[in-house]
């Protein structure tokens, strides 16, 4: 699985995560792979033409923005959205709780089609979500 860490993630979270997950699975961050000014359809539209990445992301506003919507519904990309209450915590505290839960969402998402979104709780169960 490669893993597309959105900017408002750490880049840390991403590199202390591929660390520990690697070969199997490829963490990045955005940062590492497309300038700060990269527009998010922008980024949206090239990782989907080069196919199979997922994408985390705190981001649970792109509901908010047609543009943006727009171009993740027309995407392949599988997105993971960490719902609000992962903002709250420290990238320390990510991390540790996305580790904890690292074996549920890769079986999640390598058992989803892409353009399939999984809704990931801080606790509960992830729910899965077609666009």
């Known amino acids: 699985m ?11 979270l991403a590199r202390a995560i591929n660390i520990l997950v690697e070969p199997l699975h490829r963490v ?6 497309f300038p700060t000014s990269t527009s998010d359809t ?17 981001d649970n506003n792109i509901h908010r923005r047609p543009h943006e919507l727009r ?27 996305i580790l904890k839960r690292w074996d549920e969402i890769v079986e999640l998402v390598e058992a989803s089609r892409p353009s399939t979104s999984l809704l990931i709780p801080i ?7 077609v666009r």
């Not at 606790?123 to 979500?129: K, S, T």
Request: proline content about 3%; charged content about 30%; aromatic content about 10%.
């Open 42 to 58: 922008e980024w949206i539209r090239q990782l989907s033409s080069e196919g199979e990445w997922v994408v985390f992301t705190l």
């Open 71 to 97: 171009e993740l519904n027309k995407s392949n990309l599988r997105v993971c959205f960490f719902l609000s209450a992962w903002s709250g915590k420290t990238p320390i505290e990510r991390t540790y709780r």
């Open 123 to 129: 606790q509960g169960a992830i729910r899965r979500n």
């Open 2 to 12: 490669r893993v597309m860490v959105d900017h408002n993630m750490s880049p840390r």
């Open 28 to 33: 990045e961050h955005l940062r590492d792979k």
